[in-house]
């Protein structure tokens, strides 16, 4: 069964901070996303990365950068934490085929004061 | 860009009552079709998905979903819903983006009352 291990649960940072959140796939996909999602509008996609040091931009990727140094870990970082970068983060997996399902992280909440 | 809309942001159902969740996109082209489910402190896991063939699609638990590509929709069907049914319920749409991207709904959040 794909397992994708997000560090941290819940996190407070506060404004200005430099934030990381942490995603270990353990299936060998090659495919990894991060999402954000906030109340009424759904999953909304931030960067994605579909092979080691390869990283794509997704419909908000303002504020945020992303690390993919080995297949199996995704980290995406707020360089500068802002407050309306409160939300829940999650982390995807999949292989490569388009037909093929996304397996998600439990998600990280992460609130910024 | 494409979009997908869900119409029910929230639905409150007894067990028993037969339930319909609505999800329309706006891509024209050929695309693939998800439901995914996220019960209360889960992560998200796939419900069902369309590709190609039967439009009417079955998933887990008693779950189906029908595709009508005149109408853009991809509507989400159980005909007895269960108290363990509560959950949120987000449609999602892979218009064959680079690299298996999915665009996600607004997410239905469904109460059944026991």
């Known amino acids: 069964d794909v397992k994708v291990t997000q560090s941290s649960r819940y996190l407070v940072k506060r404004t200005g901070e430099k934030v990381f959140l942490e995603c270990v796939q353990d299936?060998?996909?090659?495919?990894m996303f991060w999402y954000r999602q906030d109340p009424g509008l759904g999953l909304r996609l931030i960067y994605f990365s579909y092979d080691v040091k390869m990283k794509e931009k997704g419909d908000i990727p303002e504020g945020y950068s992303v690390s993919r140094e080995k297949k199996e870990r995704f980290s995406l970082i707020l360089e500068s934490a802002s407050t309306n970068q409160t939300s829940m983060y999650l982390c995807?997996?999949?292989?490569?085929?388009?037909?093929?399902?996304?397996?998600f992280g439990n998600g990280t909440r992460l609130t910024v004061t | 860009a494409q979009s997908v809309s869900q119409h029910n942001h929230h639905v409150i159902l007894s067990e028993a009552a037969s339930l319909e969740l609505g999800c329309n996109y706006s891509?024209?082209?050929?695309?693939?079709l998800f439901w995914y489910v996220q019960y209360p402190g889960q992560h998200l896991q796939l419900l069902l998905k369309y590709f190609s063939g039967d439009p009417l699609v079955k998933g887990i638990k008693g779950f189906e979903a029908e595709f009508i590509k005149s109408k853009f929709s991809f509507n989400l069907r159980k005909p007895s819903v269960q108290w363990s049914d509560t959950a949120e319920y987000f449609c999602a749409v892979n218009a064959f983006r680079a690299g298996n991207m999915l665009t996600f709904g607004g997410g239905t959040r469904l109460m059944v009352k026991p």
């Open positions: 995807a997996s999949s292989t490569r085929n388009g037909n093929s399902p996304l397996h």
């Open positions: 299936m060998d996909h090659e495919n």
């Open positions: 891509y024209g082209g050929t695309v693939n």
